[in-house]
C-alpha cells in the first residue's frame, strides 16, 4: 500500500523552514527518504529502522513513530539547493522488504 | 566508481515495436530494481532481483512486460509489443543489501516515448 505524503507542494524562502509528512495505513518495517531533482534520478537521503529513531543528513533530518506509523522530514535553515520532490518510502511489516514510494512533495526553495 | 548504467537514455518508437531497456547495475550489488516513473502514477515498482533471482514481479503492468538477469553485471527490461501508455522514464536501481533494508543507487533513467 502506498504510504501517504503531505503537503503535496511548499515553497520556501532560503533560510525557513519546512516539514513533511508520511504516513502509512500498516506497520512499518523501514522508511527510506530520497531527494529527485528535475530531470534526474531521485537520490537516497536516509533510512530509518526503528521507533522513535531520527537521523540527520547535513541540515535535514527525520524522524520515525512506529506507532503511529508515521514518519517527518524536517527542512532546516533551507538552502537553494533543497529545492527538488522528497518522496518518502516504505517497507510494511507484512511485506518481503518491497518498497513503496509515495507520490512526492514538491519543495521549491527561493532567493 | 561507476555508477548504475543504464541504456539508452532516449527511446523513441512506434506502437507494437518492441523495446528493451538496459542497465548495468553498480559492482557487488546483489539487488536490482526496475521501476517506472509517470506523472500519474509515480514511481513504481517493476520487477525486484536478489542474486540475479526475481523475487516479486507483481508491479510488472502485464505480459508484454519482461525482465532478465542472466549475471551480476546485466539485466534487461523488455516491453513487446509497446504501447503509447508505456512512454514513461524507467530506472534501474541497485543496492549492496536486500530490498528494504537500505540505499537503492538509482540509475540515470530511460526515457521512453511511444508513438
Known amino acids: 500500500q502506498q504510504p501517504v505524503q503531505s503537503p503535496q507542494a511548499v515553497i520556501l524562502r532560503e533560510g525557513e523552514d519546512a516539514v513533511i509528512n508520511c504516513s502509512s495505513s500498516k506497520a512499518l518495517y523501514s522508511v527510506h527518504w530520497y531527494r529527485q531533482k528535475h530531470g534526474e534520478a531521485p537520490v537516497f537521503l536516509m533510512i530509518?529502522?526503528?521507533?522513535?529513531e531520527q537521523k540527520g543528513h547535513d541540515k535535514i533530518s527525520a524522524s520515525f513513530n512506529e506507532k503511529k506509523q508515521q514518519s517527518s522530514l524536517y527542512l532546516t535553515a533551507s538552502q537553494l539547493s533543497y529545492s527538488g520532490t522528497y518522496f518518502c518510502g516504505t517497507v510494511t511489516t507484512d511485506s518481503w522488504g518491497k518498497l513503496q514510494f509515495g507520490a512526492g512533495t514538491q519543495v521549491v526553495v527561493t532567493p | 566508481d561507476a555508477g548504475v548504467i543504464q541504456s539508452p537514455r532516449h527511446e523513441v518508437t512506434e506502437m507494437g515495436q518492441e523495446v528493451t531497456l538496459r542497465c548495468k547495475p553498480i559492482s557487488g550489488h546483489n539487488s536490482l530494481f526496475w521501476y517506472r516513473q509517470t506523472m500519474m502514477r509515480g514511481l513504481e515498482l517493476l520487477i525486484y532481483f536478489n542474486n540475479n533471482v526475481p523475487i516479486d514481479d507483481s508491479g510488472m503492468p502485464e505480459d508484454r512486460f519482461s525482465a532478465k538477469m542472466p549475471n551480476a553485471s546485466f539485466s534487461t527490461l523488455k516491453i513487446q509489443p509497446s504501447e503509447p501508455r508505456d512512454s514513461a522514464v524507467y530506472f534501474c536501481?541497485?543496492?549492496?543489501?536486500?530490498?528494504?533494508?537500505?540505499?537503492?543507487?538509482f540509475g540515470p533513467g530511460t526515457r521512453l516515448t511511444v508513438t
Open positions: 530509518l529502522l526503528k521507533g522513535g
Open positions: 536501481a541497485s543496492s549492496p543489501v536486500p530490498s528494504g533494508k537500505g540505499e537503492q543507487y
